[in-house]
T-cell receptor, first 115, second 113 residues
Framework: DTEVTQTPKHLVMGMTNKKSLKCEQH?????MYWYKQKAKKPPELMFV???????INESVPSRFSPECPNSSLLNLHLHALQPEDSALYLC??????????????FGPGTRLTVT | ELKVEQNPLFLSMQEGKNYTIYCNYS?????LYWYRQDPGKSLESLFV?????AVKQEGRLMASLDTKARLSTLHITAAVHDLSATYFC?????????????FGKGTKLSVKP
């Protein structure tokens, strides 16, 4: 099974809402990633979890809060977002992340619109 | 700081023609990845290049890596419409002991009849 799943596929939220994005993988990978991708741009790294611990935060605003409840799940909690946060949010996973930058497997993404 | 440059950023090809996409990077790395993205979709892994001189082929696409020149190429042979997509190269790097990928800006390929 080389699949990374993400829910929901689409999300529309107001600037005062609180919502969460979910990501799941069953490949035994111990690194999980959140990316943000704006139209016609490459993915931008937001967070990296390594063995369920946050190892990289790319200076992401605190209105985005990641959580890794276990080795298969990754959440991104959203609160008080701005319209410019509208984007495709991609989750990815890879093998044991330390010592080498391994191939990342991407989920289908969540298309987020902030109104 | 690792920088990854792709060119061209836009490529309009006729079916049946050949072309090459280039990916240059600024610091040493021996891991390079090519991904394909269709509009509104996620990234699909195409090739994993793990050493100098690595060459991988899949159908009409062939990727190679020259770590000394810090250059990877994605060669398209006899293009067909189904190859229309955006292609990203991504270079592996370590931050401390944490591995990660740095993406190029992508090449939007359009294959026309």
């Amino acid at each position: 099974d080389t699949e990374v799943t993400q829910t929901p596929k689409h999300l529309v939220m107001g600037m005062t809402n609180k919502k969460s994005l979910k990501c799941e993988q069953h490949m035994g990978h111990r690194a999980m990633y959140w990316y943000k991708q704006k139209a016609k741009k490459p993915p931008e790294l937001m967070f990296v979890y390594s063995y369920e611990k946050l190892s990289i935060n790319e200076s992401v605003p605190s209105r985005f809060s990641p959580e890794c409840p276990n080795s298969s799940l990754l959440n991104l909690h959203l609160h008080a977002l701005q319209p410019e946060d509208s984007a495709l949010y991609l989750c990815a996973s890879s093998q044991a992340p330390t010592g080498a930058p391994y191939e990342q497997y991407f989920g289908p993404g969540t298309r987020l619109t902030v109104t | 700081e690792l920088k990854v440059e792709q060119n061209p950023l836009f490529l309009s090809m006729q079916e049946g023609k050949n072309y090459t996409i280039y990916c240059n990077y600024s610091t040493t790395s021996d891991r390079l990845y090519w991904y394909r993205q269709d509009p509104g979709k996620s990234l699909e892994s195409l090739f994993v290049l793990l050493s100098n001189g690595a060459v991988k082929q899949e159908g009409r696409l062939m990727a190679s890596l020259d770590t000394k020149a810090r250059l990877s190429t994605l060669h398209i042979t006899a293009a067909v419409h189904d190859l229309s997509a955006t292609y990203f190269c991504a270079v592996g790097r370590l931050r401390g002991s944490q591995g990660n990928l740095i993406f190029g800006k992508g090449t939007k390929l359009s294959v026309k009849p």
